[in-house]
């Protein structure tokens, strides 16, 4: 995997971070770093202040996992463009449905791990997390969480950080919430950034080229061709992004002679 911010790779992202580009980012393990206890996730200074400037060049969406007013909280006052939660399904259509059955999980699991310490379930309205980074023997606690989760009906289950996430199959996934959001803002290119398996949905479609991937933290299973090294590099990486925007929206640099899109 290469590192989007070194060499020949900063060309690619500078042909990329031009007036067009939606920039698509997942909250925790991209923005913030992942920490022991999940409530207290949250962006460093520096990478708040380069968001914001970022936001100001460019749209600017934010996917998270989290349930969208969690995650809304996180980023606020920064001048993102859109906040969807639970991995791309709220918000979503035929959302009491889908709230229905993920309902029915909640309850069944709820039951079913009671006795589990350090497993802890996370309802989140339009999907479920499983969380066992607190559980003293995780791989143990895998074993049962996987069993605890057999015979439910309609899910979709996806891996992650010590986390199993449950989600509808018939919900709208990253992916499809990054290129609804591309299409409502008007985008011709994303340069879309995620640390995770449930950002695998959005990394599968930088085969068409109008997506670049960017996975925080190399990986040899993702589908993502490129990273930055760890997850202190996203402010370097925002920084870049903004500079050769701000470079390309001068008027000499007016692309092609074609006038930059108005925002
Ligand atoms: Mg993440």
Redesign the pocket.
């Known amino acids: 995997m290469k590192s989007i911010l070194a060499g020949r790779q900063r060309a690619l992202l500078e042909r990329f971070a031009r007036p067009g580009v939606l920039v698509a980012l997942?909250?925790?393990?991209?923005l913030a770093p992942i920490v022991a206890h999940r409530r207290r996730a949250r962006m460093r200074v520096g990478t708040r202040r380069a968001l914001a400037r970022l936001a100001r060049l460019c749209p600017v969406v934010v996917i998270s996992?989290r349930a969208r007013a969690d995650a809304a909280r996180r980023v606020a006052g920064l001048g993102v463009r859109a906040v969807i939660g639970n991995h791309g399904a709220e918000p979503a259509p035929r959302a009491a449905a889908l709230r229905a059955r993920v309902r029915r999980w909640s309850e069944l699991l709820r039951g079913r791990l009671a006795g589990l310490a350090g497993v802890t379930l996370e309802d989140k309205r339009y999907s479920l997390t499983v969380h066992y980074r607190q559980a003293h023997d995780p791989r143990a606690a895998r074993r049962a969480i996987l069993a605890a989760l057999e015979g439910l009906r309609g899910v979709r289950l996806i891996g992650g950080k010590f986390v199993f996430n449950l989600v509808a199959r018939t919900a709208p996934d990253k992916g499809r919430a990054v290129e609804r959001e591309r299409r409502r803002l008007r985008c011709g290119r994303v340069i879309y950034v995620?640390?995770?398996d449930?950002?695998e949905d959005v990394f599968a479609l930088a085969t068409r080229r109008t997506v670049l991937a960017v996975r925080v933290g190399a990986s040899r299973t993702s589908r993502a061709e490129y990273c930055v090294r760890e997850q202190l590099e996203i402010d370097e990486l925002l920084a870049a992004i903004a500079r050769a925007l701000a470079c390309s929206t001068r008027p000499r640099g007016a692309e092609n002679g074609r006038k930059p899109r108005s925002r």
Do not use: E, Y
Not at 26 to 30: A, I, K, Q, R, V
């Open positions: 997942d909250f925790d393990g991209t996992g995620g640390d995770d449930t950002d």
